[in-house]
């Protein structure tokens, strides 16, 4: 082999990222050193703030993880025990786990083939088999970065008189066909600074988003037991807030995630195009159709913004693991976003779930595949992930 099997690549560097922030992160993380203020406190309400201009919404909530976010949304909503929420069976675990968590039941639905995310026709299928009022919301997850469709999605919530809670833990800052910022379009929206997320904090850190005063209000009471004013308790909640030192790491990144964003597009456009050269097609030709059996994403529409938290291959599902052999060995980070399908999950045994239930989502799982795309990758790093993608692919 050449000398390019020498370029490592991993699946993201973080290390890479932090050195170019590194002179900012320091005296940021100091001065809450200094301040000995390490929860809430100025920097939370100054990050919430610079959050709410970003993201469009008048009201943003900071919180512990992506996972308490989904949770505080959920019990502002008033989601609890006899209540069904709908959401897709192709997500992280998440975003099913908090509807059990707060005592409601997850009914999964299928994704789209092409662009992976909630399917809205199998939503109406499930809604036509239900008893009006037993499903009460709704979670749209913006999959790998890209917007799913909120204006079916909204239209169908409009319909049965549903909320909709948006998990956006991999979008910030994407924006739907209409150019909105995910997020700012349900009733509540949930965002993750898990450190491999799009705006990653050190540690785990969340962010919810209303337009809705009250719903604000019942999410900052939650996040800190229930209470208001300290030691007298409105509700059950819990202990869900941000930390300072987090809020000030992360508002020295979000100053760069405009660029960082653009980054991971080029790296998008560079891998679409040589891919495309070799003979690849986009997700929205399938694999049965014959070519070259590799397919890239499909580009988001026009008008709509992908930021790319993930850059997710399609490959024929019984060459997956072989082909992600080939990239270990040549030293290539990769992930497979998700190996197993909610509905196939053993905690959700008892929901009566078959394979073949959701076969979009069931053969995404066999046939997707994660390569690098963070910003800072060079090109010699990307023409490596190309050449081992193809060389394997080839070899089938
Ligand atoms: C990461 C993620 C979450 C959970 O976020 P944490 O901060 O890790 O708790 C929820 N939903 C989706 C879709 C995610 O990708």
Redo the contacts with the bound molecule.
Sequence with gaps: MTSATHVDVPLLDLKAQYATIRSEIEPAVQEVLESQVFIGGPKVAEFECRCAGYLDVPYTVGNS???DA?ILALDALGVGPGDEVIVPTY??F??AGSVSRVGATPVFVDIDPTTYQIDPDSIRRVLAGRKPGAVKALMP?HLFGQAADLDAIMAIADEHDLRVVE?A??AFGTEDVRGRRVGSVGDIGTF?F?PS?NLGGFG?G?LCTTRDEALAERMIRFRNHGMKPKYFHHDVGLNARLDALQAAILLVKIEHLDAWSAGRQANATWYDEAFAAAGAATSGVSLDEGGLPLRTPEPAPVGARHIYNQYVLRVPGSHRDAIRETLKAARIGNEVYYPRCLHEQDCYRDLGHQAGDFPNAERASRETIAIPIFPELTESQRQHVVDTVLASIRAI
């Design positions: 993880s992506g996972s989904l997500t992280f998440s975003t997850v998990d833990a991999q993750s898990f997320k785990d969340g």
